[in-house]
């Protein structure tokens, strides 16, 4: 039978590779700690998903974040002081995320399953190409190496924008955006994916919602995960993911119900009724 899916893309940290999105973390502490400036993991995460120079700029505009930068500073943290900044971020995330590129168990035998399907693989990242490029070829030594990757200033604006998805659907020459799928771990990249007229599919458990660690997430008991990603499915709903599982291995399941709903002629986000958000861990 003839696929209705023409597409999988799928992010990166959190996603595929770096269970709990742990590497943006350590690099963007690490850049402003350079700048004198402590900042939390909340802090971080809050804006998870976005352009990384964005993702700098929205920070400086969180009154926490502003505030202890006024205070080792002296002024408000502004455009200059972004450009700073990315100077310290980019071998620190590089640096990070070529240490966090193992693949989340479950990525491999996913891609491996699209491939032989015939399904294509693109895949986006609020990542530049610099910080990307060692976290790519480990990738593709584990036997992951999507068909297509679109970083952060390959197009005029990254995340919630859809731009970075609808070119990923014209490197790979596959149209129309209702026969796709958008995976990501973070809230702002399934608005991306709405917006480029996809299904999204949000993951709980592998990446920015819990940002835990694999083994710290396998240590939780079933009733604390379960509890946990319950409440962590709550902002991907609210985003309008047609799906919120736990990590990738989990996808296949859901893929199949995108074929069905497709056959159907349904579109994505029309007929919630008649789909489920569901996490399982």
Known sequence: MKNQ???????WAGTMVDFGSRAPVMAMQSAFRVCGVEVSEASVRAHMGKAKRDHVMSMFADEEVSSRWIKAKGSHPGEAEADALMIEL????AREAAKASKLIPGAKAVFEGLIASGIKIGSSTGYTHTMMAEVVRLAADQGYHPQTIL????TSEGRPAPLMLWQA????GVWPARTCVAV????VGIIAGREAGMWTVGLAGSGNAL????AAYDALDPTTRAEMLKSASVDFVE??????????????G????????????LTPGAAPSLLHHSVTG
Do not use: R, W
């Open 151 to 154: 970083c952060a200033g390959d």
């Open 254 to 265: 859901v893929l199949g119900s995108i074929e069905a709903a497709i056959a159907k002629g």
């Open 5 to 11: 899916i023409k597409a999988v893309f799928f992010d």
């Open 184 to 187: 990501d771990d973070a809230p």
């Open 239 to 252: 985003a309008g993911a047609d799906f919120v599982i736990a990590t990738i291995a989990d996808l296949p």
């Open 90 to 93: 980019e071998p620190a995330m």
């Open 211 to 214: 940002g835990l660690d694999e």
């Open 169 to 172: 659907m014209i490197n790979l």
